[in-house]
T-cell receptor, first 112, second 116 residues
Framework: TQLLEQSPQFLSIQEGENLTVYCNSS?????LQWYRQEPGEGPVLLVT?????EVKKLKRLTFQFGDARKDSSLHITAAQPGDTGLYLC????????????FGQGTELSVKP | DSGVTQTPKHLITATGQRVTLRCSPR?????VYWYQQSLDQGLQFLIQ???????AKGNILERFSAQQFPDLHSELNLSSLELGDSALYFC???????????????FGNGTRLTVT
């Protein structure tokens, strides 16, 4: 059973389109991180959200932490081919033994 | 460049064998984490060390073991290898404070293990 469910698992869109990736759980997390991973490389941190309802923006990327700190979303505006990659959410919970738990990831492909 | 170095990049071995994966954390980072990434399981937490001591354990098999040395580099030992152990193994390190267990992780580029 995956503690963090990401959807969709795969997303293929055209350049310029908008998209949203969701990360959901029945558990409460003290913080949630989003990473991006490219083929042949390790995940790279994009953002950390810690407060329920928090919204953070990173250029064309907008991250939101749910009010109850059980879910998060990543919205990309006007996607570009350079956004292609695997997007991973990771939640930290003391109830889970203080481990950072990763979702399965969303594989995004942006076609020119 | 994350500053985390993993060797080797690729490893091909036979079932029943034993291998050692090595990780050098970012300069100054005291925590080292090991993760296994496979297509069907995603990124699975194996184990964490902080300043030489085991701090948290995940779904690590008994055939697997790890340690962190005084110079803070870490090794992951995988023994009695099975076909299902084929995966990408990532090492990550985090901030030197060690107090905030949810500190961002800095990942190496992984070791791709293929068991034939």
């Amino acid at each position: 059973t995956q503690l963090l469910e990401q959807s969709p698992q795969f997303l293929s869109i055209q350049e310029g389109e908008n998209l949203t990736v969701y990360c959901n759980s029945s558990s409460v997390f003290s913080s949630l991180q989003w990473y991006r991973q490219e083929p042949g490389e390790g995940p790279v941190l994009l953002v950390t959200v810690v407060t329920g309802g928090e919204v953070k923006k990173l250029k064309r990327l907008t991250f939101q932490f749910g009010d109850a700190r059980k879910d998060s979303s990543l919205h990309i505006t006007a996607a570009q081919p350079g956004d292609t990659g695997l997007y991973l959410c990771a939640g930290f919970s003391y109830n889970q033994g203080g481990k950072l738990i990763f979702g399965q990831g969303t594989e995004l492909s942006v076609k020119p | 460049d994350s500053g985390v170095t993993q060797t080797p990049k690729h490893l091909i071995t036979a079932t029943g064998q034993r291998v050692t994966l090595r990780c050098s954390p970012r300069s100054g980072d005291l925590s080292v984490y090991w993760y296994q990434q496979s297509l069907d399981q995603g990124l699975q937490f194996l184990i964490q060390y902080y300043n030489g001591e085991e701090r948290a354990k995940g779904n690590i098999l008994e055939r697997f073991s790890a340690q962190q040395f005084p110079d803070l580099h870490s090794e992951l030992n995988l023994s009695s290898l099975e076909l299902g152990d084929s995966a990408l193994y990532f090492c990550a390190s985090s901030s030197p404070s060690g107090q905030a267990m949810d500190s961002p992780l800095h990942f190496g580029n992984g070791t791709r293990l293929t068991v034939t």
